[in-house]
C-alpha cells in the first residue's frame, strides 16, 4: 500500500505541474480565472496524452520517452523558481497527498474492467508501449480502431520508476481530480445563489458516487463523461468566461477530448462552435484553437495508419486503396464489419446475443436490414432482456433525487407563491435540447447505457430542475445547503465503505503487483489469489513473414469468440483470435510495421 500511495503521490504532482506548465504557456495575463490544482492535473492528463500521440509516430512509448512526464514538471519549476514559494509548495504537497490516499482507496485490489479492457484497450496500450505507430494494426483487432485517446494517456505512464503498473494510474487520478474539483465548486463556489449550477454540481456529484465509484467499472466511457461533466460546469460557471480568448481555447481543447474518448459525444462540439460565431471570436486570430486542431489532426492521421479509415468505423471517412484496408465483407476490418456488429449487438439481435451467428456485413443482409429499420428491433424482448443496460445508469440516480427534493419539501421553512414553471434561463434550455439530442442518437443508433451516460444524467437533472427551482425558493438558502451538505456526506460514506470492504476481504491477497489492480491476471477473483498469479503470460502465437510475432487466444470467429481468456497486457500484438491472418502478410518498412491484406 505505501508504494501505491507514494506512486499515485508523485504521479499527482508531475501531473498537475504538467497541467500548470500548459496553463501557463497558454493563458495570457487578461485571464482573471483561477485553475484549481485539480483543474490543472486534468489539463496535464490532456497535454500528456497529446505528448504520447505524437511522439508514437515516430517512436515506441517506451521508458525512455515517459521521462517526459517527470521532465516537463522539472522545466516548469525551473521557469517557474522565482514565484514558487513555500505557500505553492505546501498547497500542491497536500493536493497531492489527499489525491493519493483517495486513488489508493479507489485502486486497491480492484479488477480492470472487463472483458473490453482486456480486449482491446490494455492489448493497445502494450502495442504503444512496444511499438511506433502500427499501420494497419486493426485487422487483428478491428476494435484497436476505436480505441480512446486515453489509451495513450495510459502508456505515457509506463516509465523507469513506475514501470506496468503505471498504465493503471492516469484513470484513477482522472476520477479524484474530478470529484475533488466538483467538491470545491460545491462547497467554496461563490456562486450559491445560482440555483442551477448548484442543483447541477451536486447532482453531478451524487451520479458519481453512486454509478462511478469502483474502478473496475472505468473503461472508455467514464473518462469521456467526467470530461463532459466538467466541459458542462465550464458552460454553467459565472467565473469562466468564454469572451476571453484563452479560457475559449481550453473550452475548445475540453471538448475536442471529449470527442476523444468517446465519438458518441460528438454534441460536445457544438458548445464551441457555437461560442465561436455568438461572440464573434472569429474575428481575433488569438482565438483560433491551433493546438486542438493539431491533435485533431493527428488523431485523424492516426486512425488512418492504424485503420484506413479517418474516423472508424465510419466508412465514408475510409481509402480503400491503402494496402492495410478493404471495405469487401471478407476482411475483418472493413468499418461496416465493426459499425454493423456494434449496432446488431446493441439492439440485441439474437444472432450475436446467443452467440449462433456473425461473420460479416454480407450475411443475412436482408435480414439484418430488416431487423434494423423502423425501430424494428424495439420489442418486448429487447425491454426484457436488454433494457437494463440504460436503466441500471439512471434508476437509483433518479430514485435519489426524488428522495432529496421531499427532503427539502419537508424542511421548508417559507412559503412563497412561484410556478415551478416560471423560471428563466437560457442555459437550462440549450442543455435540455443538447441531451435531448443525445438521448435520441442513443435510442436510434446504440441503445447502450454506458454510450449515453452523460446525455442521460444531463437530461434528468434538466427535467428535474424546475421542480427543484420551485422547491429552493421554498427554503432558505443555509438549509438548502445543509441539506444538500448532508445528502453529499452520506454518500460519500457509502461509497468509501464500499471501496474499504473490498480491500479488507482481499487484503491478504498475495499477487504478483498486490495490492494494485492486475493487468495479466484472468482470474476474476481476488481473494486468495497467490504470488504465481498476475505474472505476464505467452498465448499462442504465428510468425508472420519471419518478422513478427502475432499471438492469439484462440482461432474461431472473432465476433462470436468467447470473451473468458482475455489478452489483457500480456505479449503484444495480441489479438483474440487468429481465423483471419491467412488474409494478409506483415511488412517492416524502416522500422514501421506494416499489415498488407492479400486484396
Not at 476505436?146 to 502508456?155: D, E
Not at 436488454?386 to 421531499?406: A, E, M, P
Not at 476474476?524 to 498476475?534: I, L, P, Q, R, V
Request: with cysteine; glycine share 4%.
Amino acid at each position: 500500500m505505501i508504494q501505491l500511495i507514494s506512486f499515485f503521490f508523485i504521479a499527482s504532482i508531475c501531473t498537475v505541474l504538467t497541467g500548470s506548465f500548459f496553463l501557463k504557456l497558454i493563458s495570457k495575463r487578461d485571464n482573471n480565472y483561477e485553475f484549481s490544482f485539480s483543474e490543472k492535473g486534468i489539463y496535464g492528463l490532456i497535454i500528456l496524452s497529446f505528448i504520447s500521440l505524437l511522439a508514437n509516430f515516430f517512436f515506441s512509448i517506451s521508458h525512455l520517452i515517459s521521462i517526459i512526464l517527470f521532465i516537463i514538471p522539472l522545466i516548469f519549476i525551473i521557469i517557474e523558481f522565482k514565484n514558487i514559494n513555500k505557500i505553492f509548495i505546501k498547497k500542491v504537497v497536500s493536493h497531492s497527498i489527499i489525491i493519493s490516499i483517495i486513488a489508493c482507496i479507489f485502486v486497491a485490489f480492484d479488477n480492470i474492467q472487463r472483458p473490453d479492457g482486456g480486449t482491446y484497450h490494455l492489448p493497445y496500450i502494450k502495442i504503444i508501449n512496444d511499438y511506433k505507430i502500427f499501420l494497419g494494426v486493426a485487422n487483428l483487432n478491428p476494435f484497436f480502431g476505436v480505441t480512446s485517446i486515453f489509451q495513450y494517456t495510459s502508456a505515457i505512464y509506463n516509465n523507469f520508476l513506475f514501470k506496468d503498473v503505471g498504465i493503471v494510474i492516469p484513470l484513477a487520478l482522472l476520477a479524484i481530480f474530478f470529484i475533488d474539483y466538483f467538491f470545491r465548486q460545491f462547497f467554496f463556489n461563490k456562486n450559491s445563489n445560482d440555483y442551477f449550477y448548484k442543483f447541477y454540481i451536486f447532482a453531478v456529484i451524487s451520479y458519481f458516487f453512486i454509478e462511478m465509484n469502483r474502478y473496475s467499472d472505468y473503461g472508455n466511457d467514464n473518462p469521456a463523461h467526467i470530461y463532459f461533466f466538467y466541459l458542462l460546469s465550464l458552460v454553467l460557471r459565472k467565473d469562466f468566461i468564454l469572451n476571453d480568448k484563452s479560457s475559449f481555447k481550453f473550452f475548445t481543447l475540453i471538448s475536442l477530448f471529449c470527442f476523444l474518448n468517446r465519438p458518441f459525444l460528438v454534441l460536445a462540439l457544438i458548445f464551441p462552435a457555437f461560442y465561436w460565431f455568438k461572440k464573434k471570436l472569429y474575428l481575433s486570430i488569438r482565438s483560433f484553437p491551433f493546438f486542438s486542431l493539431l491533435f485533431l489532426f493527428l488523431w485523424i492521421v492516426k486512425n488512418f495508419l492504424i485503420t484506413g479509415c479517418g474516423i472508424y468505423p465510419l466508412s465514408f471517412t475510409c481509402n480503400d486503396n491503402l494496402p492495410w484496408y478493404s471495405n469487401k465483407p471478407d476482411f475483418r476490418i472493413a468499418a461496416k464489419n465493426v459499425s454493423q456488429f456494434s449496432e446488431l449487438h446493441a439492439k440485441g439481435w439474437k444472432y450475436i446475443v446467443d452467440r449462433v451467428d456473425y461473420e460479416n456485413y454480407s450475411i443475412k443482409s436482408k435480414e439484418k436490414k430488416t431487423y434494423l429499420e423502423n425501430f424494428n428491433w424495439l420489442n418486448l424482448e429487447w425491454i426484457e432482456r436488454h433494457s437494463f443496460t440504460i436503466k441500471k445508469k439512471i434508476d437509483i440516480f433518479i430514485i435519489y433525487l426524488l428522495i432529496v427534493g421531499i427532503f427539502v419539501y419537508l424542511f421548508k421553512n417559507k412559503k412563497k407563491n412561484i410556478n415551478f414553471l416560471s423560471f428563466k434561463d437560457s442555459r437550462h434550455s440549450s442543455l435540455f435540447i443538447i441531451s435531448f439530442i443525445g438521448v435520441l442518437l442513443l435510442i436510434y443508433k446504440f441503445p447502450l447505457g454506458r454510450y449515453g451516460t452523460s446525455y442521460m444524467v444531463l437530461i434528468i437533472i434538466c427535467i428535474l430542475y424546475p421542480l427543484f427551482y420551485y422547491l429552493f425558493n421554498q427554503i432558505s438558502q443555509k438549509r438548502i445547503e445543509k441539506l444538500l451538505t448532508v445528502f453529499i456526506i452520506l454518500l460519500s460514506i457509502v461509497a468509501l465503505a464500499k471501496n474499504f470492504k473490498r480491500i479488507i476481504i482481499n487484503y491478504k491477497a498475495d499477487y504478483n503487483n498486490a495490492p494494485w489492480p492486475r493487468i495479466y491476471d484472468h482470474n476474476f477473483e481476488t481473494k486468495g489469489s497467490k504470488k504465481n498469479m498476475n505474472l505476464p503470460m505467452k498465448f499462442n502465437k504465428i510468425n508472420k513473414n519471419g518478422i513478427i510475432d502475432i499471438y492469439y487466444i484462440v482461432n474461431t470467429n472473432f465476433y462470436l469468440s468467447q470473451r473468458v481468456t482475455l489478452c489483457l497486457y500480456n505479449m503484444s500484438p495480441c489479438a483474440q483470435s487468429s481465423e483471419n491472418f491467412d488474409n494478409f502478410s506483415v511488412e517492416n518498412k524502416k522500422g514501421y510495421f506494416l499489415i498488407r491484406l492479400k486484396k
